[in-house]
């Protein structure tokens, strides 16, 4: 049944076309000038600093930060905003030192990075390696969990239905290109962080009111924290012999202090700084813009854990002491994913409309900003290179949005009937651990490129093979092979007879090793690389408008991590 009345679908009308006459506005400026490859999948020249930092936001909040991560709050707390709050610091890292690097060596795309600093090799495989993970395991789940989410509101038989609808208004952003994308995005941001903070605002009223403490928000997080103390911790305890496997679990997906020793870093400053998706924003300003664009991002993403992880832990605890007892169940069982659209069956009538357009907000944003990287790299790194090198900027223009309705397409057919099981793994950790398998070679392989003028090309393959090997080495075959207790790691009970290592921590040693792996096949090359990259201190310098929103980002997060400890 429909939890939504005509308000509310008026509310999502507006919104819908709000946004779509706002897109089509910039694109018909664009229009009055010539489109250019540049334009179209840069635009170059044309975000200000914060439409770079809203469209950070908008494209990396999605069906998986507001219905995976409210759904890892419901199973496990506030431990769960490490991916945000750390976030937050790889992007300082970012914006001081890797987006000059980029800037200064005119770098358009993360493949023609490889290729300018190693060769076309690295670069080839690297493109193949993004395509099948931003299809597959990014915008088919981003599909796949918005369809699931908004169909619970509106009810009925209508998953197929959503699918559809998602997928055409994502197209028809993403076909006008970066500069379109980057400017819906702001209105994007704006929807869904409105609609966020009024879905977090009732929730904790409902709390409030379960516990008869009338209809204060204020009132309600303190009886959330009173009540579930064991959901407001940032650092998980390693189970002990006796453990029941909820809480081994729990330790696996979040491995205490483990996973900030490498893990954690490592899918942090893969995602946010060697990203086609994310760096895409910032590779068309200038380095003040887009060092502004992104440390105001990172501002954003301290405060973005009240908006898709507090609505979880809401859920948790009502849940806990009596409600939501039929809308937390799927097929007779409880199902964190189901947090977030619980928690709005508590909203009146209209502010449903708003908080499903924030979360179709939310989704739309990220799946037109994964199309456009995806069309990206197989247009300038793929099809230009070595299918067509002749092609004119129409025909490349053509090949990119021929290229957005083909893996939309996939993703559609992929989502349909949740072909890749991402329902059981839950949203969130779904996309975590299966970017994971590539995260560290890549990580290595930019991180040396960046700052060893040593390293080789042939390091590089290494690197990108090794990491990936080493990844599925430490997920599958160690504990077999070295049993579940060696000085590198400690395996856990998976609750179906064999052991596994966290695969944050698996991340981090399959870095480390790929690192090491690096270093000694440069060793063995040429002292002096010539397609080492030239640094220059001045890249680094900061002003003073950049330096005092670090300092304001370090305070923050200090502030955080000594209260949730």
Not at 85 to 93: D, F, G, H, P, T
Not at 300 to 315: D, E, S, T, Y
Not at 366 to 373: F, T, V
Request: glycine share 10%.
């Amino acid at each position: 049944m429909s939890q939504l009345i005509t308000l509310d679908y008026v509310i999502f009308l507006l919104y819908f076309v709000g946004v779509s006459a706002y897109g089509y506005w910039i694109y018909r400026q664009k229009e009055q000038k010539k489109t250019d490859t540049k334009d179209f999948f840069l635009a170059e020249g044309a975000l200000t600093w914060w439409a770079i930092g809203a469209s950070l936001i908008a494209s990396n909040i999605s069906a998986e930060q507001f219905i995976g991560m409210s759904g890892d709050g419901f199973r496990f707390g506030v431990a769960i905003a490490v991916y945000e709050w750390l976030a937050a610091i790889s992007l300082i890292i970012v914006a001081v030192w890797f987006i000059p690097i980029y800037l200064k060596n005119k770098i358009y795309t993360m493949p023609q990075f490889l290729s300018t600093r190693y060769n076309e090799t690295v670069s080839l495989i690297m493109a193949v390696f993004w395509l099948f993970l931003y299809v597959f395991v990014n915008l088919t789940s981003i599909l796949f969990l918005g369809a699931l989410a908004i169909s619970n509101l509106v009810g009925g038989d209508s998953f197929h239905v959503i699918v559809i609808g998602l997928s055409l208004f994502a197209i028809f952003i993403t076909l006008g290109g970066m500069k379109v994308i980057g400017y819906t995005d702001v209105v994007q941001v704006l929807v869904l962080i409105i609609g966020g903070l009024v879905t977090t605002y009732l929730a904790l009223t409902k709390v409030s009111e379960t516990f008869g403490l009338g209809s204060s928000a204020i009132a309600g997080l303190g009886a959330m924290i009173k009540d579930a103390d064991d959901h407001f911790h940032m650092i998980f305890e390693k189970p002990g012999p006796g453990a029941s496997q909820a809480e081994v679990n729990r330790y696996l997906t979040l491995p205490g202090i483990a996973m900030y020793l490498g893990g954690q870093w490592v899918v942090n400053l893969n995602y946010w700084g060697c990203n086609q998706y994310i760096t895409q924003r910032a590779l068309g300003a200038d380095l003040q813009t887009a060092r502004t664009g992104i440390l105001f991002a990172a501002i954003l993403k301290i405060f973005m854990p009240i908006i898709v992880m507090l609505p979880g832990i809401a859920a948790y605890v009502i849940y806990k002491n009596g409600g939501l007892q039929t809308e937390m169940m799927r097929d007779g069982v409880v199902v964190g994913d189901n947090a977030y659209s619980a928690v709005l069956t508590f909203l009146p009538s209209g502010l449903k409309g708003m908080s499903v357009a924030a979360l179709t907000a939310a989704i739309v944003a990220s799946l037109a900003g994964k199309a456009n990287s995806i069309s990206t790299i197989f247009t300038l790194d793929i099809y230009h290179k070595y299918i067509n090198k002749e092609a004119s900027e129409a025909r490349l223009l053509w090949i990119g949005r021929a290229t957005i309705l083909v893996a939309m397409l996939v993703s559609i057919a992929f989502a349909w009937s949740d072909a890749l099981g991402i329902g059981g793994e839950g949203g969130f950790t779904y996309i975590q651990k299966y970017t994971g398998y590539i995260s560290p070679g890549i990580f290595a392989v930019f991180i040396l490129g960046f700052f060893w003028k040593r390293t080789t090309g042939a390091a590089a393959i290494a690197g990108v093979l090794g990491g990936f090997a080493l990844v599925v080495f430490f997920n599958h075959f160690a504990t077999d092979i070295f049993g579940p207790e060696t000085l590198l790691y400690s395996a856990f009970p998976d609750g179906q007879g064999g052991y596994v290592i966290p695969f944050l921590v698996a991340m981090g040693l399959s870095f480390f090793m790929t690192v090491a792996l690096m270093v000694l096949i440069s060793l063995a090359g040429p002292k002096v690389n010539p397609k080492g990259l030239e640094i220059d201190a001045q890249m680094f310098k900061l002003s003073p408008t950049s330096l005092t929103m670090i300092v304001i980002i370090l305070m923050l997060f200090s502030m955080l991590y000594v209260r949730f400890w």
